[in-house]
């Protein structure tokens, strides 16, 4: 069993729709974090969290340390939001990633 | 500073030949780390310096795999006698040490034939 699992593998949704992407982790962590990486292989850092939630734009992301599990929802999707939604742990100094959720949001 | 930089983008090259990446971290960043992430699958990690000492390497970096941080600042990643299974996407990541958000090159992506 991976130390981070991610669900679902793969989403498509309408433009609009609200999205819910979840993370769950088998192992101690610092720190959450959520990335997006497009075609083309570039990551892009968009939450860091130990706790409760944030919130960027039309991104939330929450954390429940205890159950070991966090959401990112994307609220009023757009296609330019489709992208692989990857969520990762550090708990040493190192990330431990998932294997991403790949987000189709069609127009 | 535009953030981490990766030279090259693409390599395809030939079974058995060796190959050489390197990563440019944003400047003040004393921590940069190489992970490789293939096909459908998740980034994992190869080595991580803090400064010019190297102080973690994977398992999956293998006798063939070399990293270097001369300086402290950028890294370059060797593959020896590159073999099919090295065909992947080598991401480079630096962050600032105690845990801070760390920040992504565009990776190269290699191919080998």
């Known amino acids: 069993k991976n130390e981070v699992e991610q669900s679902p593998q793969n989403l498509t949704a309408q433009e609009g729709e609200f999205i819910t992407i979840n993370c769950s982790y088998s192992?101690?962590?610092?720190?959450l974090h959520w990335l997006q990486q497009h075609p083309g292989g570039g990551i892009v850092s968009l939450f860091m969290?130990?706790?409760g939630k944030k919130k960027h734009g039309r991104l939330i992301a929450t954390i429940n340390i205890q159950e070991k599990h966090s959401s990112l929802h994307i609220t009023a999707s757009h296609p330019r939001d489709s992208a692989v939604y990857i969520c990762?742990?550090?708990?040493?100094?190192?990330?431990?990633f998932g294997k991403g959720t790949k987000l189709t949001v069609n127009p | 500073d535009t953030g981490v930089s990766q030279d090259p983008r693409h390599k395809i090259t030939k079974r058995g030949q060796n190959v050489t990446f390197r990563c440019d971290p944003i400047?003040?960043?004393?921590?940069l780390y190489w992970y490789r992430q293939t096909l459908g699958q998740g980034p994992e990690f190869l080595t991580y310096?803090?400064?010019?000492?190297?102080?973690?390497k994977s398992r999956l970096l293998s006798d063939r795999f070399s990293a270097e941080r001369p300086k402290g600042s950028f890294s370059t990643l060797e593959i020896q006698r590159t073999e099919q299974g090295d065909s992947a996407m080598y991401l480079c990541?630096?962050?600032?040490?105690?845990?801070?958000?760390?920040?992504f090159g565009q990776g190269t992506r290699l191919t080998v034939v």
């Open positions: 990541a630096s962050s600032l040490a105690g845990g801070s958000e760390a920040f």
């Open positions: 192992v101690g962590i610092s720190a």
């Open positions: 969290l130990s706790s």
């Open positions: 990762a742990v550090s708990g040493s100094e190192k990330l431990v």
């Open positions: 400047s003040e960043h004393n921590r």
């Open positions: 310096f803090q400064n010019e000492a190297q102080l973690e």
